[in-house]
T-cell receptor
Framework: GAVVSQHPSRVICKSGTSVKIECRSLDFQATTMFWYRQFPKQSLMLMATSNEGSKATYEQGVEKDKFLINHASLTLSTLTVTSAHPEDSSFYIC??????????????FGAGTRLSVL | AQKITQTQPGMFVQEKEAVTLDCTYDTSDQSYGLFWYKQPSSGEMIFLIYQGSYDEQNATEGRYSLNFQKARKSANLVISASQLGDSAMYFCAMGPPRSGSARQLTFGSGTQLTVLP
């Protein structure tokens, strides 16, 4: 399957600092990437849809000023958690589709980033 | 709106036996896709299998098969010859109709599968 790289895999930061998470499609171009959040023992919840060259689309209840998304190229989307607080501690995971998979909408996921805010 | 229901929070299976993980869905769309993903303790989401709503045959991928019953709105995952490495969380997911761009998936609550030696 396609390879989606996510970095860092784990980050610990102090409250009030900002954290940037990168999501890269390594062997394909992705005009759209998705960012999900997952709490322990729970399912994935869509946070936002990242569109290359345009503004991200955020799900209801997700603060766009807190979770900044930039999709500057066809292979890279970044999620920046600004002024992180302990309640932002979670598992963040991104996904993307290859062009040839769009008809089926098969999503390939990164390995996720575990964020811990102290 | 689309909804996925997985009623089995946890399942146990003996190594080398088959196991069925249940998934039911609800949608008013005529065209949709159904997916199963595996999430080991490391956290990555691994794509396992896809079934299109208009596919007449059940999808199979190696030891994985999807028992698709459209009238019952169910898409159960069958894992044959379970291996210890199959122990993981399994998510059923649904995607909106085909379009020219990627669309987000809706996930179920997951089933934690434990394979016993």
């Amino acid at each position: 399957g396609a390879v989606v790289s996510q970095h860092p895999s784990r980050v610990i930061c102090k409250s009030g600092t900002s954290v940037k998470i990168e999501c890269r499609s390594l062997d394909f171009q992705a005009t759209t990437m998705f960012w999900y959040r997952q709490f322990p023992k729970q399912s994935l919840m869509l946070m936002a849809t990242s569109n290359e060259g345009s503004k991200a689309t955020y799900e209801q209840g997700v603060e766009k000023d807190k979770f900044l998304i930039n999709h500057a190229s066809l292979t890279l989307s970044t999620l920046t958690v600004t002024s992180a607080h302990p309640e932002d501690s979670s598992f963040y995971i991104c996904s993307a589709s290859r062009l040839e998979d769009l008809a089926k909408n098969i999503q390939y996921f990164g390995a996720g980033t575990r964020l811990s805010v102290l | 709106a689309q909804k996925i229901t997985q009623t089995q929070p946890g399942m146990f299976v003996q190594e080398k036996e088959a196991v069925t993980l249940d998934c039911t869905y609800d949608t008013s769309d005529q065209s949709y896709g159904l997916f199963w993903y595996k999430q080991p303790s490391s956290g990555e989401m691994i794509f396992l299998i896809y079934q299109g709503s208009y596919d007449e045959q059940n999808a199979t991928e190696g030891r994985y098969s999807l028992n698709f019953q459209k009238a019952r709105k169910s898409a159960n995952l069958v894992i044959s010859a379970s291996q210890l490495g199959d122990s993981a969380m399994y998510f059923c997911a649904m995607g909106p109709p085909r379009s020219g761009s990627a669309r987000q998936l809706t996930f179920g609550s997951g089933t934690q599968l434990t394979v016993l030696p």
